[in-house]
Nanobody
Framework: QMRLVESGGREVQPGGSLRLSCVVS????????VAWFRQAPGKEREAVSV????????????SVKGRFTFSRDNARDTNKFTVYLQMDSLQPEGTGVYYC?????????????????WGQGTQVTVSS
């Protein structure tokens, strides 16, 4: 089982940048995926980016490619690490609650039903 805690959300002006953090802890198996999802007001939750240890690569949805960057720290503790979502050139449509999600044996799925473990979410507001 994994536990996820997000932080870093706040209000930012259009064109600004923000870095979200997600601390992942618990039983970390060899093959897992960690994803960032976003839920805009009045809309369904959608995937933004996902990293999988199956091939150690990251996938981004088209709307954020070139502006968002997924990364993780180099923590030696195999049962706890932090992932980040660097968001640049933010626009008002980037407003929403951002969630960190994880699951075992997932190969970069963008489907939220594939992820059994979720954080509480962090609010990002892009407004002038």
């Amino acid at each position: 089982q994994m536990r996820l805690v997000e932080s870093g959300g706040r209000e930012v002006q259009p064109g600004g940048s923000l870095r979200l953090s997600c601390v992942v802890s618990g039983i970390i198996q060899t093959y897992y995926a960690v994803a960032w999802f976003r839920q805009a007001p009045g809309k369904e939750r959608e995937a933004v980016s996902v990293f999988s240890t199956s091939d150690d690569s990251t996938t981004y949805v088209d709307s954020v490619k070139g502006r968002f960057t997924f990364s993780r720290d180099n923590a030696r503790d195999t049962n706890k690490f932090t992932v980040y979502l660097q968001m640049d050139s933010l626009q008002p449509e980037g407003t929403g609650v951002y969630y960190c999600a994880a699951g075992y044996g997932i190969r970069k799925s963008l489907e939220e039903t594939m992820y059994p473990y979720w954080g509480q979410g962090t609010q990002v507001t892009v407004s002038s």
